[in-house]
C-alpha cells in the first residue's frame, strides 16, 4: 500500500493557524484521489534537536520522525517563506536527513533511493522557486527521486503580505498543480514499487 | 558629480516594451531627486560575447560597456526574472565583471572597490529575492558596496502572469522601496568620493 | 533504444579545453556502460538567440538543438561555475526550454514529461550545490524527472583556481558518483519506456 | 569606540570543536589589528525559539542576543555548510532578525540601518558562494550595508571531507581575505559613526 509523509516545517506550533498546513492538505486531497494515505506532522512540535547524527539523544525526537519517513513511500516537503528561505524548521530536517547518506540497505543502496520526494511552498510572497530548488537539490542529494513538475507553491503580490490561509478559495493554477504533483509522485512510486534501482 | 550607470538586462531587444526598464526609469527618476543623472543601457542590444577576459575580441562590445561602468559612481542593475533566474543577459554581465577582479587601481585596490550597486528585479511571480541575493554575491565579489536595503522588486502572485508593465499605478511599497533604494546608493557613494577604503 | 544528449554550457568556443567536457565524457561513458549513447553538444558554438519562443528567427540555432533534446531520453546538462552560478549559456538554454510548458502531447501532457536530466558541474571552486539546485527546479519545472543522486561535480579548494582538467586522474568519489549518475538515469529512463507518466 | 559582534551558527554546542569558530576568531584578530573588539557567541548554546516577533517569551533567549547586536556596529556572520545551505541555526537568527523591519530609530529608519554586516563561512567542500548570497540578501533587507568583499570563507576539494580546523595553517589567500574583510568593515562602520544614511 503506497503511503505519504507530509512534513509542515511552519515555525507555529501545536494548532495555530499555518498557511503551510493549507497546501498540505490540498495535496494530501489529491494523493488520496489515488488511494495513497498521508500523515501530515508538524515538525516544530517535535524537538528535533540540531546535528547530523541519526540520533542525538538527551530527549531528541528526531528518530521517530526518521521512523515515519522510512516506512513512506512518498515524502511531501512543506515549509513557508521567510526572508525569502525555507525555514529554519526545514533546514533542520534537512540537516538530519543528511545521515542518511551512510546509511544503506542489505544491497549496498543508500537507504532513501528508491523513495519520491515533492515540495509545497507558500509565503506572503516570492521565494518558493528559489526554496524549491534547495530542497530538490538537498532531497536528491540524500536519495529522493523528484517526479517532473514535482512542486506545488503559492505567495501573493510582492510587498502586498497576503497570506495563502486568508484566500476565499484556492486558485484554479494552484489546485491544478498540486493535483499534477499527486498524480506524478504516485505514478513514480508504484514504477518503485515494481522496479527498485539497480545495488 | 555623482551619476549612475543602469543596466537593463531584459532578453527583448530595441525599444520592446519591458518591465524592467520601467523599474529601472523609476530608481532614475529617485535618483535625479539627489542630482544624480543615470544613463541606462539595454545590454541585450550590444554584442557581448561570452569570456571572461576584458576583451574577447572580434566585434566584442563589452569594452564599451566596461568602460562606462567604470566612468559611474552607482551601478542599478536591473534584471527581469526566468525561471525563478536572472537572465542570461545578466549572468553574461557577471561573467564579464568577474575579469575586473584582476584588475588594480594605483594603489593596488581592485577598480571597482568604491564603487556602489543597488538592484532591482522585476518578473510575472516569485523570484526577486533569489536573484538579488544572487547578484549581490557577486557584485559584492567583484568590489561593489552594497548599500542598506539595497534591492528593489515587484513580481505578481504565484502562476497568474501579470506583469510590471501592466500596472495601472506603481505599488505603493515599490515606489516607497525605489525612493529608499536610491537615497541609500547616494548616500554611501557620496561618503566614498570623501574617503575610499584604504589601499 | 535509450539515447542521451549531453550539453556543454561551457564559455570556451570551437576545441578550447573544457573542464565541462570532460566529466560529460566520463558520464557518457558511464552511459554506454548501459548501451545508452550520448551525443556531447557544445552549446557556445551555435547562434541561441535571447528569448523565450520556441523559434526567435533571424538565424537562431535553438530549433535544431531543441529538436535533439526531444529526440532523446536522457538529458545531461553540463556547466560550469562562473562567480558562484551557472554560465550564461546554460542560463539561455534553461530560458529556451521555458517555452516548452506550453508545448503538449496528443495526450495533453508537457512535451518533456517522460523524460529524464542529470547534471554535471564543474568549477575551480565552489557552486555545484548551488547550481544543480537551480538546474534541478528549472529542468523539473519544465518536465524533467530527476533520478536519485542525480548530480556529480567536481570543484577545487576554496581560493585556490585549480581546474577539473589538470587532474591527473579522475578523483574515486567523482567517479563513483558518475557511475552512480548514469545508471539512476538509465534505471528511470527505462522504468518511462515502459510506463509513462499518466495524461 | 567602534565595536563588532560575531556569530557563530555551528550546530555543536559547547566547547567542541567548531571550524566557524576558527575563521571568526580570525577574522576577530583582524579587526583588532583597527582597534576593534569582537564579541564571539556560539548561537546553538542559547535557547533561540522558532518565531518573527522580538521575543517569543518562555525562556526564549533571543531577546538578549538581539541587545547585543544593536549594540554593536558591526556583525560577523559565521556559519557552516550543512548539505550546501547555512545550518538551521543561521537561518534561525535570520528569521528572528526578519522582526527588526518593524522597529525603528527616533528618525524612523529601521533600527539596523547604519550597521554593517559581513559573513564567513566554512564547509568541508562546496556551498560558499550561496551561501554568502543568501546571507548578504537577508541581511541586507533588514537594514545592514554589505562593505566591497565582504566575504571571507573556505572549504575543500569536492567530496574529499576536509575540515577546515584539520588545515596546518591559514591558507594564504584565506588569510588576505579575512584582512580585507575586516579593513572593509571597519572603514564603512566608521564613515557611518560620522554621517549615517539619511532618515
Not at 11 to 17: E, I, Q, S, T, W
Not at 75 to 81: E, R, Y
Request: proline fraction near 5%; charged fraction near 20%; glycine fraction near 8%.
Amino acid at each position: 500500500m503506497t503511503s505519504a509523509l507530509a512534513l509542515n516545517c511552519t515555525l507555529k506550533p501545536g494548532d495555530a493557524p499555518s498557511s503551510t498546513d493549507k497546501i498540505l492538505r490540498e495535496v494530501a486531497a489529491q494523493l488520496a484521489q489515488h488511494d495513497v494515505m498521508t500523515e501530515i506532522v508538524r515538525v516544530v512540535d517535535l524537538a528535533v534537536h540540531p546535528g547530523v547524527d541519526t540520533d542525538m539523544g538527551g530527549g531528541d525526537e528526531w528518530p521517530g520522525l526518521r521512523a515515519k519517513i522510512l516506512a513512506s513511500d512518498i515524502l511531501v516537503f512543506g515549509t513557508p517563506t521567510w526572508v525569502g528561505h525555507m525555514s529554519s524548521v526545514a533546514q533542520r530536517v534537512i540537516e538530519r536527513l543528511d545521515a542518511e547518506l551512510s546509511e544503506t540497505d542489505e544491497e549496498g543502496r543508500p537507504i532513501l533511493v528508491g523513495k519520491v520526494a515533492v515540495v509545497a511552498v507558500v509565503g506572503n510572497e516570492d521565494g518558493a522557486h528559489k526554496i524549491t530548488a534547495d530542497l530538490f537539490q538537498s532531497l536528491n542529494d540524500v536519495g529522493f527521486t523528484i517526479p517532473a513538475q514535482g512542486a506545488t507553491y503559492w505567495n501573493g503580490e510582492a510587498m502586498q503580505g497576503g497570506d495563502y490561509n486568508d484566500l476565499d478559495e484556492t486558485p484554479e493554477p494552484v489546485a491544478k498543480t498540486n493535483a499534477t504533483v499527486a498524480a506524478h509522485a504516485v505514478h513514480l512510486a508504484r514504477l518503485f514499487e515494481v522496479s527498485d534501482y539497480p545495488a
